[in-house]
Every structure is written in C-alpha cells, then in structure tokens.
C-alpha cells in the first residue's frame, strides 16, 4: 500500500523540468502532488489543506524566504527548502525562518522522497501517545502537538516540536548533536550537526526566558531543570 495516500504536497517550483520529475516520484507514492511555479500561486494553494511544502528560494515573483516567513506565521506545515545556492548562509536562513529541513539542487530525487517521508511520518503520528511534559514554566503535549509558556500557546514549526519533546523526554541527560539528527530528523545528516544548532536557537528566540535549554560545550545539549509529567 502507497505510504502517501491521502496526503497533499505542494511543490513550489518554476523549473518545470524538476517540477515535473520530482512530482512523478510523489504521485508513484501515492501523494496527491500540486504545483506553483510563482510565489503567488503558491499562497493561493495553501489556502487549502497541504501537508507538506518543498520551497525552492530561487523563484521569479517572490523571494522563497518571505514564502517560508509568511506560511509560518499561521501555519507549522513541514518545509523542505531546495535551493541551488551552496552557501551555509542561506541554509541557515533558511531554517532560521522556519524550513524544516533543506536540500542544495541538484539533489536525487529519491533522498527528497525518503525525507519526505520521513518528515510526514513523524508529522502524523503522536510523540509517545498522548502524555504531556511540563517543566518551569513550558508545558508540551504529544497528542496535540502544542507548547504552551505560561499557558499561551507558542507555535512552533515541526522539528523545533520534535526537538524540545525529545530533550525533554530525555530530562537532563546531554543528547549529542548527531543523536538529535538521528532521533528528530529520522536519518543521518552527513555531519552537518549545525542543522540542530540553528533549530535550538530559535526554540530560545521562541521560548525567551522561559527556554530550559542548556549548552554543554563538546558535548551536546541537556535540559537544565526538573522535566514532569503534566
């Protein structure tokens, strides 16, 4: 059985070439796949239910960043950002305003289709069924997906979710970075650990004060208080 029935995808994209071959591998897993190749038509699609975004940056109406920022202002939609640039600038932009993850063009088509996967996954199912965590003033539910700080929900994108859940979980104990990868992300990142780095940087832009995030330096990241069920 197509693991992707019944989920919507949205390529934003003007290269039809690649438009139109990474929608065929979508549509061979059974995914109902739509395509913009302008920012414009891409906002007019996402009015409807989509379940993931892949966002080239590269496009001819709209920067593919003021995309991200604007989809993330009212929606934690996954976003994959492709983009032909290399420099670990943009990559890190790109995650900073909200992008889930990224690839650099050109890419294969099948790691984008198992990242996808793997993001919908994760996306679909509960944390650890329906428990709660509450520490200090942040507490997180797993069956909602929501975090509240002082009981006003913060919208966090699908990863930053992911994240604070599994260092939570974890109560105090320094998770590496490459760990993280392998438990948030769901496969190996070929090293680049500054994907978790970014990510945690902005759960504390998020979060403020409130964020119980530590640094432990060369080794990873912990959580610097109690961690309760709620």
Not at 96 to 123: C, H, Q, W
Request: glycine share 6%.
């Amino acid at each position: 059985m197509s693991e992707g029935k019944g989920q919507h995808i949205l390529i934003i994209e003007d290269e039809e070439s690649i438009s139109s071959f990474v929608k065929m591998y979508l549509e061979r897993e059974g995914y109902a796949v739509s395509v913009a190749p302008t920012g414009a038509q891409a906002l007019e699609v996402l009015k409807e239910k989509v379940d993931l975004v892949t966002l080239d940056l590269m496009l001819p109406d709209m920067d593919g960043l003021d995309i991200c920022r604007s989809v993330r202002a009212t929606s934690n939609v996954p976003i994959i950002m492709l983009t032909a640039r290399d420099e670990d600038i943009d990559k890190i932009v790109g995650l900073e305003v909200g992008a889930d993850d990224y690839l650099t063009k050109p890419f294969n088509a099948r790691e984008l289709v198992a990242r996808i996967k793997s993001i919908l996954r994760r996306a679909a199912a509960p944390v650890s069924n329906s428990r709660k965590l509450e520490c200090d003033h942040i507490k997180i539910d797993a069956a909602r997906r929501e975090c509240l700080v002082d009981g006003e929900q913060v919208m966090l994108a699908p990863k930053e979710f992911d994240l604070i859940w599994e260092l939570l979980e974890r109560n105090g104990e320094v998770l590496n970075r490459e760990h993280l990868l392998e438990k948030v992300w769901g496969y190996t990142y070929a090293g680049d650990t500054r994907t978790v780095d970014v990510h945690v940087r902005q759960l504390r832009k998020k979060l403020g004060d409130a964020c119980p995030i530590v640094t432990v330096w060369g080794s990873g990241y912990k959580v610097g208080t109690e961690v309760r069920a709620a």
